[in-house]
């Protein structure tokens, strides 16, 4: 089956996609667009998905959005290198750590943290990126003990759960890293310092297969 992935180069939840291919050595047909194409919200492109957004995956039998949704489709289709478990267990513990992920920690990161940096908003309050920053690792401190006691988010095994938190960790990673956030003290550009654990697992998922290719291209700039 020929997939074609519709994408954009930083966006964390296409990058999520992009790591499951990679790891599961699923080839794929890549159609990037850039900000502007995603942005004129073409009728073509909304016969895709309605919403407008990526990531998009074409199929021989439709399309498919919504990142969580499409790694799930994917992992059905493609089981040799299972995410979602393989023992009922263990696939109840993996969707158990993508809804804490989910529900409780990416949303903070974006809205109150990446989203102001990136905007060019977050130094008309510096004292509330400060506090979002300080609620950012009691965020993370779940990860934190997970990771002390197992390798990866469920367990010693890698799975979806990591793939769909690794993206938007080392989001709020490049943000913290401009000069508006460190003159802030936002002190978020360098987690493994407060946890160690999780910096160590950064360290294991950079060298994941798929993770090189699935890089965002213009963060290599």
Not at 48 to 66: A, D, F, Q, S, W
Not at 136 to 163: K, P
């Amino acid at each position: 089956m020929d997939y074609e992935l519709f994408w954009v180069s930083g966006s964390p939840y296409a990058w999520r996609v992009q790591l499951a291919l990679g790891y599961k050595g699923v080839p794929y047909i890549s159609r990037r667009m850039d900000s502007a194409q995603l942005a004129d919200r073409s009728p073509a492109f909304l016969e895709l998905n309605p919403r407008g957004k990526v990531p998009v995956l074409k199929t021989g039998h439709g399309t498919i959005y919504e990142s969580v949704a499409i790694i799930a489709f994917l992992d059905r289709a493609h089981p040799a290198v299972p995410l979602f478990g393989q023992t009922a267990q263990e696939h109840g513990r993996i969707w158990q750590r993508v809804s804490e992920f989910e529900n409780y920690t990416r949303d903070l990161f974006a809205l109150e943290i990446v989203r102001p940096l990136l905007r060019g908003h977050a130094k008309d309050d510096p004292d509330a990126m400060r506090a979002s920053a300080s609620r950012a690792y009691d965020a993370l401190g779940w990860m934190e003990r997970a990771l002390t006691v197992a390798h990866y988010l469920a367990g010693d095994d890698l799975t979806a759960a990591d793939i769909i938190a690794l993206p938007n960790i080392q989001m709020l990673r490049r943000v913290a890293a401009r000069p508006e956030a460190i003159e802030m003290a936002l002190s978020l550009e360098d987690l493994g310092a407060r946890l160690p654990a999780l910096g160590a697992w950064l360290s294991r998922m950079e060298t994941m297969r798929g993770y090189e290719a699935a890089y965002p291209p213009h963060w290599r700039s």
